[in-house]
């Protein structure tokens, strides 16, 4: 069993994958590689693990219901050897396994990839393609999963990055940035008589597309007033023609797990090893995902667009996008999993999906949801911010399957609670029917972060905290307390009134006491995290 177009096709490989529970794509795969060559309608910039779960198994369906007749051509701009390594041995086939709560697993051979092409100006035969592809009238919609990362035209200090203040001189024709490369491509739409075009960020970060559209503006205008592109290509990049919807997207894709990887040998797939890039991208034949998944886009494209809802992708505006992303990430999602971050890092635990069988964590998880956030958290009409949570914590963070840990959700913490839980706090406060003081989690949260950042855990012994752009500036200050010291308001206090860890001041918030006593319970000594969470 090869995964490959001959591999799946010869009927006697066909009857093997189908009697081991794969389904097949149901379509031509050479009439739909046909068809997209000739008029490509979508372009997918991240050829990694979310795209091929999540973006190319909705174009699967959608081939599969008779509902479209052309794929997707992808485009890897940041790791070209995803494209030689992965998809070029395996005819841009691969294998989406996903791995359900109930502990059953779904497994299906993708063919929805139609062109998987590197981003890459040295290679001119495919950047002349892609240059095609963007020429192309029936190009519809460009999308993009690069990470936030790759939307970035400075570093830390507000200065340019040498590749893209090099791009910013030198012009369009072979740019070196991320950034550039695409809005080089943008321009050779320009310049094939300014057809309309979205440009969809389907990054996990608020406000996507004005990310994107902040960076592809910088480089249109750098170029204009360098004199390397037509003086109306700022203005088409402003203009009706160009859209940057806003988006929500989520669905947890890991890295593929050496557990499925088994499972699919055992069924006899052949050439599953995975492969690691010179740029340390740890990639397979095969992903996998959770079954949830939701993408929420802003309707706008100004050269129309394919019955996408048909497969599962809601279209609203922009302000229900908004909406959905504040729902999602200061209340029915991320704050939830940051309170099992920190929690399970205290208490030992490996895998958040073990923190769930724990009734003091399920507890504490579903009153920050339920009690303090769902209160103050607007109904964006087309998700059901319950029915939400009731996903997250009895289908998604339940998932035997996922290898998700709270080490690794602890990442950054101080970066993520202004916005987790500090909204939430701001929403109380500004509601004349609900009091700050009817927050009693929510502080227990901010505790217990405080003393995770001792770095001792609830049996006394040293653990390595997670990376934190602030544990240089924390750390210094909460190693200056013991195990069992009562002591520690002077040291928390600058902590505390940083309004910018919190979202707001936790003394003007009237919110600090009620802080330093659960710090001083959860610091009692041996086993006084587990004590202080089966109290409250």
Same mark, same amino acid.
């Given at each position: 069993?090869?995964?490959?177009?001959?591999?799946?096709?010869?009927?006697?490989?066909?009857?093997?994958?189908?009697?081991?529970?794969?389904?097949?794509?149901?379509?031509?795969?050479?009439?739909?590689?046909?068809?997209?060559?000739?008029?490509?309608?979508?372009?997918?910039?991240? *050829?990694?693990? &979310?795209?091929?779960?999540?973006?190319? *198994?909705?174009?699967?369906?959608?081939?599969?219901?008779?509902? =479209?007749?052309?794929?997707?051509? !992808?485009?890897?701009?940041?790791?070209?050897?995803?494209?030689?390594?992965?998809?070029?041995?395996?005819?841009?086939?691969?294998?989406?396994?996903?791995?359900?709560?109930?502990?059953?697993?779904?497994?299906?051979?993708?063919?929805?990839?139609?062109?998987?092409?590197?981003?890459?100006?040295?290679?001119?035969?495919?950047?002349?393609?892609? @240059?095609?592809?963007?020429?192309?009238?029936?190009?519809?919609?460009?999308?993009?999963?690069?990470? /936030?990362?790759?939307?970035?035209?400075?570093?830390?200090?507000?200065?340019?990055?040498?590749?893209?203040?090099?791009?910013?001189?030198?012009?369009?024709?072979?740019?070196?940035?991320?950034?550039?490369?695409?809005?080089?491509? &943008?321009?050779?739409?320009?310049? %094939?008589?300014?057809?309309?075009?979205?440009?969809?960020?389907?990054?996990?970060?608020?406000?996507?597309?004005?990310?994107?559209?902040?960076?592809?503006?910088?480089? %249109?205008?750098?170029?204009?007033?360098?004199?390397?592109?037509?003086?109306?290509?700022?203005?088409?990049?402003?203009?009706?023609?160009?859209?940057?919807?806003?988006?929500?997207?989520?669905?947890?894709?890991?890295?593929?797990? %050496?557990?499925?990887?088994?499972?699919?040998?055992?069924?006899?797939?052949?050439?599953?090893?995975?492969?690691?890039?010179?740029?340390?991208?740890?990639?397979?034949?095969?992903?996998? %995902?959770?079954?949830?998944?939701?993408? !929420?886009?802003?309707?706008?494209?100004?050269?129309?667009?394919?019955?996408?809802?048909?497969?599962?992708?809601?279209?609203?505006?922009?302000?229900?996008?908004?909406?959905?992303?504040?729902? @999602?990430?200061?209340?029915?999602?991320?704050? =939830?999993?940051?309170?099992? $971050?920190?929690?399970?890092?205290?208490?030992?635990?490996?895998?958040?999906?073990?923190?769930?069988?724990?009734? *003091?964590?399920?507890?504490?998880?579903?009153?920050?949801?339920?009690?303090?956030?769902?209160?103050?958290?607007?109904?964006?009409?087309? &998700?059901?911010?319950?029915?939400?949570?009731?996903?997250?914590?009895?289908?998604?963070?339940?998932?035997?399957?996922?290898?998700?840990?709270?080490?690794?959700?602890?990442?950054?913490?101080?970066? @993520? &609670?202004?916005?987790?839980?500090?909204?939430?706090?701001?929403?109380?406060?500004?509601?004349?029917?609900? #009091?700050?003081?009817?927050?009693?989690?929510?502080?227990?949260?901010? $505790?217990?972060?405080?003393?995770?950042?001792?770095?001792?855990?609830?049996?006394?012994?040293?653990?390595?905290?997670?990376?934190?752009?602030?544990?240089?500036?924390?750390?210094?200050?909460?190693?200056?307390?013991?195990?069992?010291?009562?002591?520690?308001?002077?040291?928390?206090?600058?902590?505390?009134?940083?309004?910018?860890?919190?979202?707001?001041?936790?003394?003007?918030?009237?919110?600090?006491?009620?802080?330093? #006593?659960?710090?001083?319970?959860?610091?009692?000594?041996?086993? *006084?995290?587990?004590?202080?969470? /089966?109290?409250?």
């Amino acid at each position: 069993m090869k995964i490959s177009l001959q591999g799946i096709t010869d009927s006697l490989s066909q009857k093997q994958w189908e009697e081991k529970g794969y389904r097949l794509p149901g379509y031509d795969i050479a009439q739909v590689k046909r068809a997209t060559k000739e008029n490509p309608f979508w372009i997918h910039f991240g *050829a990694g693990n &979310l795209f091929r779960a999540f973006h190319a *198994a909705i174009a699967q369906n959608l081939l599969n219901a008779g509902k =479209l007749d052309r794929g997707i051509v !992808v485009a890897e701009g940041f790791d070209y050897e995803i494209i030689g390594k992965m998809y070029a041995p395996h005819d841009n086939l691969g294998i989406a396994v996903t791995l359900k709560a109930d502990g059953t697993i779904d497994k299906e051979v993708i063919g929805s990839v139609a062109e998987a092409l590197s981003l890459d100006p040295a290679d001119e035969m495919a950047f002349a393609r892609l @240059k095609g592809i963007f020429a192309n009238e029936s190009l519809q919609m460009v999308t993009f999963t690069i990470t /936030e990362k790759g939307y970035s035209l400075t570093n830390a200090k507000g200065e340019l990055l040498p590749d893209v203040a090099s791009d910013f001189a030198a012009g369009p024709e072979k740019p070196a940035s991320y950034m550039g490369k695409v809005s080089s491509l &943008l321009y050779a739409r320009y310049r %094939a008589g300014q057809k309309p075009l979205a440009m969809v960020s389907t990054d996990n970060c608020s406000h996507n597309g004005d990310k994107l559209y902040a960076a592809v503006s910088a480089f %249109a205008k750098a170029w204009v007033e360098n004199k390397k592109a037509d003086a109306g290509f700022a203005g088409y990049v402003d203009s009706e023609s160009v859209s940057f919807p806003w988006s929500m997207i989520d669905k947890i894709t890991p890295r593929p797990d %050496a557990s499925v990887e088994k499972i699919l040998l055992d069924d006899g797939v052949e050439e599953l090893e995975p492969v690691i890039t010179s740029k340390n991208t740890y990639i397979a034949p095969f992903v996998n %995902a959770e079954e949830t998944e939701y993408l !929420v886009i802003e309707d706008d494209f100004p050269n129309g667009r394919p019955h996408l809802e048909d497969g599962g992708i809601l279209f609203t505006d922009r302000a229900t996008v908004d909406k959905v992303e504040k729902m @999602k990430v200061c209340t029915c999602l991320n704050p =939830l999993h940051t309170c099992l $971050a920190i929690f399970g890092c205290l208490l030992g635990y490996q895998k958040i999906s073990n923190e769930m069988q724990d009734q *003091a964590l399920v507890k504490l998880v579903e009153r920050v949801g339920y009690r303090e956030g769902l209160p103050v958290v607007v109904d964006p009409g087309v &998700l059901d911010p319950k029915e939400f949570i009731d996903t997250v914590l009895q289908v998604r963070v339940t998932n035997p399957f996922m290898p998700d840990t709270p080490q690794r959700i602890a990442t950054d913490t101080s970066q @993520k &609670l202004a916005i987790r839980f500090g909204e939430t706090i701001k929403a109380y406060q500004a509601d004349e029917n609900l #009091s700050v003081d009817d927050l009693q989690m929510i502080p227990l949260v901010f $505790a217990g972060w405080l003393r995770y950042l001792m770095a001792v855990d609830d049996r006394g012994e040293a653990f390595e905290l997670s990376p934190d752009p602030m544990l240089e500036t924390l750390r210094p200050q909460m190693a200056k307390l013991r195990l069992g010291d009562t002591d520690v308001e002077n040291v928390l206090k600058p902590i505390m009134e940083n309004g910018g860890i919190f979202g707001v001041d936790l003394y003007e918030a009237g919110m600090a006491g009620k802080v330093c #006593s659960y710090f001083k319970e959860l610091n009692a000594g041996v086993g *006084a995290v587990r004590r202080t969470l /089966e109290k409250y």
